[in-house]
């Protein structure tokens, strides 16, 4: 993989940025429970570029080195410092003693409260070895950390994903993670404490948990037996012929509808803007004259795709 550094980060962070500490060995015949999420054509066509003609900007990975910060600091707080903390918490010895990190599950007792962190878990199916390494499991219950921006969580743009991505969790391992829910634990990189108090759905605090309810276990090894049938079936196809991804794979805005008061005067600024094609169209009526045009939204996803550059569908949209 190739790096750059266009925006001259310093290099203390640089290095930072640079350090990859993913754990997952990839392959043609190896998935992880995150690129189950990803759209087939994506996996498909990413898997077409070598490692070594990948090329990337130290910027990229901004985000997500900050959510594995989160991750490690999280970890390391439950396996060097969870007794002190628990005790400043209030919990009575009796309980903090209870609590095993990371126990083999063939030893944990009765009385035990165990607490798994960063488990990787595979399992075999369809020719596939499927692998995922979930956050946080406590007494059976899961728990997800995400690192995300509080627009994300007002439009519940992720849930589908939360949701996807726990209940893959389970079907890998069912013997710990025996709870129906997930606990999603967001922690907001652009909460403002301002907004909070002027806007009736922003988030009250800067960490928010939410719940979710998971999908059974065999509807969820459906769904993942599904998905790599799809990419086995199209793994050898050209590039024309693989299907394309969806607007919600795509990141896609909604689209937008704008009035123009003169047709022939298109070219310019609209005189208004909707987000409602029906209203566009009554507020058109009601004017009795101009004309509605609908702007298709623009994508966000292809700017982070590997297969970017292989990839014609990309070719046919605005990209934001």
Known sequence: MRL?????????????????????????????????????RQFVLSARVPMSERSH???????????????????????????????????????????????????VGPDDIPVYMEQRVEREIEGFVVSGKFDMVIEGQIFDVKSTSVYSVIMGSKEEDYTLQASYYRWLSPDLITSDTVHI????????????????????????????????LDQSENMIRTKIKEIKDNWNKPESELPFCTDKELWRSEPAYKYYADPNKTDGRSTKNFDNLAEANQFKADKGKGIVLTIP???????????????KQKDLYDHD
């Open 4 to 40: 750059t550094n266009n925006e001259d980060i310093p290099l203390p962070l640089a290095v930072w940025l640079s350090y990859d500490s993913y754990d997952f060995i990839g392959g043609k015949n190896r998935i992880s429970v995150t690129s189950l999420l990803k759209s087939t």
């Open 57 to 107: 900007d130290v910027s990229d990975f901004i985000a997500s080195r900050m959510g594995h910060a989160f991750h490690d600091s999280i970890e390391m707080a439950w396996l060097h410092g969870h007794k002190e903390a628990l005790n400043k918490l209030g919990y009575p010895e009796k309980i903090i003693e209870r609590i095993k990190i990371n126990p083999d599950p063939a030893t």
């Open 297 to 311: 939204g623009k994508v966000k996803a292809c700017n982070y795709c590997v297969a970017f550059d292989i990839c």
């Open 185 to 216: 634990q967001h922690i907001f990189t652009d909460w403002s404490r301002a907004a909070s108090k002027q806007q009736k759905n922003y988030p009250p605090s800067r960490l928010m948990n939410n719940t979710y309810e998971l999908i059974p």
